[in-house]
């Protein structure tokens, strides 16, 4: 079992930043995935970023390549996702999820049916 528990959501101007945090807890995060998934009001959940627990390898959405990071305190069990050039089309909620390695070497890291765990999700808004 992992619980997963957000934030750093918020309002932000067209241009700004903003950085999401993930504090996990549960068992085997060497054998985890973490993800950033996204879901717009009228819109599917959309695949933002992941990283492998143990090697610290990053995938990227093509929509935020360059713009974003994600990463992960080892010690702490947080993953953040840094979030630079924000322009309106990247508000939605944004959710944190958890995936066991062996599950994602055989489905699609970017679907949202690959993770077992999910954070309940904040809204992150781009607004002037």
């Known amino acids: 079992q992992v619980q997963l528990e957000e934030s750093g959501g918020g309002l932000v101007q067209p241009g700004g930043s903003l950085r999401r945090s993930c504090a996990a807890s549960?068992?085997?995060?060497?054998?985890?995935?973490m993800g950033w998934f996204r879901q717009a009001p009228g819109k599917e959940r959309q695949f933002v970023a992941a990283?492998?627990?143990?090697?610290?390898?990053?995938y990227y959405a093509d929509s935020v390549e360059g713009r974003f990071t994600i990463c992960r305190d080892k010690a702490k069990h947080i993953v953040f996702l840094q979030m630079n050039s924000l322009p309106p089309a990247d508000t939605a909620v944004y959710y944190c999820?958890?995936?066991?390695?062996?599950?994602?070497?055989?489905?699609?890291?970017?679907?949202?049916?690959?993770?077992?765990?999910w954070g309940k999700g904040t809204q992150v808004t781009v607004s002037s």
């Open positions: 999820a958890a995936a066991d390695l062996l599950t994602v070497s055989t489905a699609p890291l970017e679907s949202p049916g690959t993770y077992a765990y």
């Open positions: 549960g068992r085997a995060f060497s054998r985890r995935v």
């Open positions: 990283i492998r627990w143990s090697v610290s390898m990053e």
